[in-house]
């Protein structure tokens, strides 16, 4: 088992920036690719951001490829999304996957481990 907790999401201007912390325990995270998906109020759940368990590969939806970053510290069990120039389309819930495998994958299916999510508004 893997656990996560997504923090970071808050209230911000469109054009601002946020930055999004993932934290695992349990299993070793180096072990791991990391997602991050969102989901708006009426909407499906819709990938934004992926990157492989060393961190050699990443992937982005093409919505925020350019405007998002994904890292991760596997000392410090942690991943993190940058978000910067911010659209009120980017307000949402999101949520930090882990799948025992190392490459990402845009699939939220093939995801094994879920965080509980964290809000992010952008206020036109």
């Known amino acids: 088992q893997v656990q996560l907790v997504e923090s970071g999401g808050g209230l911000v201007q469109a054009g601002g920036s946020l930055r999004l912390s993932c934290a695992a325990s349990?299993?070793?995270?180096?072990?791991?690719?990391i997602g991050w998906f969102r989901q708006a109020p009426g909407k499906e759940r819709e990938f934004v951001a992926a990157?492989?368990?060393?961190?050699?590969?990443?992937d982005y939806a093409d919505s925020v490829k350019g405007r998002f970053t994904i890292s991760r510290d596997n000392a410090k069990n942690a991943a993190s999304l940058q978000m910067n120039s911010l659209k009120p389309e980017d307000a949402a819930t999101y949520y930090c996957?882990?799948?025992?495998?190392?490459?990402?994958?845009?699939?939220?299916?093939?995801?094994?481990?879920w965080g509980q999510g964290t809000r992010v508004t952008v206020a036109s």
């Open positions: 996957a882990a799948r025992n495998r190392a490459s990402p994958t845009s699939v939220a299916q093939l995801y094994d481990f």
């Open positions: 349990g299993r070793t995270f180096s072990n791991y690719a």
């Open positions: 990157i492989s368990w060393r961190g050699a590969t990443t």
